[in-house]
């Protein structure tokens, strides 16, 4: 037994040199990659670095956080992120187990509703954001060429230029952008069915409604409750497709807390507050995270 442990030591060694040398280039671009920048981010927060100051850096620990957390305009830019989170991520899970229940039909052309659908979320950020700035221009926008063709609106209307309607207005691109993703995700649930479980329910007198009720819908729960933390976490920190359609404007009404952290770092100079801002996003986003997962949790063991 002895001489058996000894013959296999060398090799266990050199297995573990073997995994360690495959490891080893994965592990240094990670730490280059996530671990340094977050570790110079998180320096950065605990110390006042402006950059029409250089050389000055001063360690202030804390204050940078307290700072943002007693400041009005955080808070407001939090509660927008909500207001564009909360609509936007409702909007997407309602349209999408809408199609997805009816590209579960057995349709004629099932195969081509299914490409057409993708559509939208296979377009770039950039390009969905620069297409709906486009429809909602307020000169020759194509919202409001069918809205006063059709006699809704009396005369063209500045759609992102309009406090009261400029949020609405990236909701819904965001939407448009992202319900197909939502789509796809609640069509490969309701693939995996059992189809003896909804002749089951229609035998017993239930109908359409019924059966999506008490059927479809308890089995969609788990998924629907993924769905919703991927896209909550996406839709909070959202910047891309704000920032190219209104640039955090008009005076501020679509500013969500990843543009506000983006201008306090890059326009006011300041990345002491702006790395502050980014760890204070990142520890909402860990917190809403972990509320869903055990939400998940809970429905799992139910």
Excluded: C
């Amino acid at each position: 037994m002895i001489a058996t442990t000894r013959r296999l030591r060398p090799r266990s060694w050199t297995e573990a040199w073997a995994a360690g040398a495959f490891v080893t280039p994965a592990a240094l671009v990670i730490l280059l990659v996530v671990a340094y920048p977050l570790a110079r981010a998180l320096w950065l927060s605990v110390h006042d670095v402006v950059l029409t100051r250089p050389g000055e850096e001063p360690f202030v620990g804390l204050e940078n956080y307290a700072t943002e957390l007693a400041s009005v305009d955080f808070w407001s830019a939090v509660g927008r992120s909500l207001f564009f989170t909360v609509f936007s991520t409702a909007i997407e899970l309602v349209l999408g187990v809408g199609m997805a229940l009816l590209m579960d039909q057995p349709l004629r052309l099932r195969w081509l509703l299914r490409s057409l659908v993708i559509l939208p979320w296979a377009l770039p950020t950039i390009v969905n954001a620069l297409m709906w700035r486009w429809i909602d221009n307020a000169e020759y926008g194509a919202l409001n060429a069918l809205l006063f063709q059709s006699g809704l609106i009396d005369g063209y209307r500045q759609w992102l230029s309009d406090p009261g309607t400029a949020m609405w207005m990236v909701i819904i691109a965001d939407a448009w952008k992202m319900t197909p993703l939502v789509a796809i995700l609640v069509l490969a649930a309701l693939q995996g069915i059992s189809r003896e479980q909804l002749e089951a329910a229609r035998v017993d007198g239930a109908g359409t409604l019924a059966t999506f009720r008490y059927v479809v819908l308890p089995l969609l729960t788990p998924t629907l409750l993924i769905v919703l933390v991927l896209r909550t976490m996406e839709a909070f920190k959202v910047f891309d497709i704000i920032w190219i359609m209104t640039n955090g404007g008009p005076a501020n009404t679509t500013q969500t807390i990843a543009i506000y952290a983006y201008q306090t770092a890059y326009r006011a100079y300041d990345f002491g507050r702006g790395a502050a801002l980014g760890y204070l996003i990142a520890l909402a986003i860990m917190i809403l995270a972990a509320l869903y997962l055990r939400l998940l949790g809970r429905v799992g063991r139910a």
